[in-house]
């Protein structure tokens, strides 16, 4: 007998090559125990997801959940388990002078699983713009974080904008690779300048810094540092990272996604990774909402299901190095699952710059499985629940 069983949905496994069978998912001891159609054995709880997708636990790979620290962290199980998402990647929220909340009172307490990238400026975004010059930068220090602080940290993070671009110009990121490099673990990379709207922008500099595994975010933002040139053309430089397996994300948070360059950068080939959210209390209720709704603007890009589950699952694992243990159902693993419902309509998804797209499908959290426990999500972040705009 199992402890689980999720009978009859729509299974989404990228990793195993299943998309949209017909399957049920038995859970033991907090272990996805078997995935097969019509599994006979009962289970101590059955929960009926016919009609409903049935995918591994979603990855943010690109998130702000310094709660109760910096003025715009969200909640960790409000846009983790409670949104469908069972691992939340926090996006540089600390740096090496304000990290140690994370450890001691932020990732223990989540019933998330919570991962991060320490920020290259010593209190992170704690102060924005948080590099005023090189004095705000300590390698040593980050690297010294890094180091202490496996696996909770997976990177460090910088974002490439802001005043100091003038000063230090590419050498933020230089230093922010070197920190990365010296802790053995990749670079997160912010484009899309919020500070100020013309001026050198250090996007076609940095990118050829960028190693295979290095993640760039913001991928589709609108604002100075984006991808496109004058003329819409994609950078060469974004096409040579892509090529060198660079992770490229498209996390959207307040201000940086933009349908327009989506659209044009789609077109010319650009072939985005993962589609996290950049989420912070302001977004969630302004602007990205969630990851759900994350994937439902993909969705009206064009993407299929089965596309932005994976942007959502195993390709964030793999940006991670986390393929063999996130990411999938396979039997062994943890019982991370997420429960999604396909929903009908006629659905209106914004960008950060003032364009709109409709879908005719919307995806949204039914139930999250964490390590086998069954959580249901929360109310939603719009004052109707969960799903977009109606168009
Ligand atoms: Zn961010």
Redesign the pocket.
Known sequence: MYDLMLKGGRVFDAAQGIAGKRMDVAVSGGIIAKVAPDIAESAARVLDVSGKIVAPGLIDL???VYEGVNQTGVDPDLVGVRSGVTTVVD???AGFANFGGFPAHVAPKAKTRVLCFVHIARNG?STMPEIGGRGDIDVEETVKVVRANKPLVQGV?V?AIGPAVPSLGVEMVKLALQAASQGGVRLMV?IGDLYIREGPTLTQQLLPLLRKGDIL??TFTGNLGRIVDAKDNVLPELFAAQERGVTLDT?M?RFNFSFEVARRALDQGVKPKTLAT?I?VPGRLNTVHSMTEMMTRFLALGSTVADVIAMATANPAAALGMEATLGSLAPGRVADITVLNEVSGKWRLRDTVGSSLTSDKALAPASTVRAGEVIMPDWGPHPWGWLPEQA
Request: glycine share 18%; proline share 0%; net charge positive.
């Open positions: 690109h998130c702000h996006g540089g929220s975004l993070k974002r912010h975010t913001h996390a948070g950049d912070t």
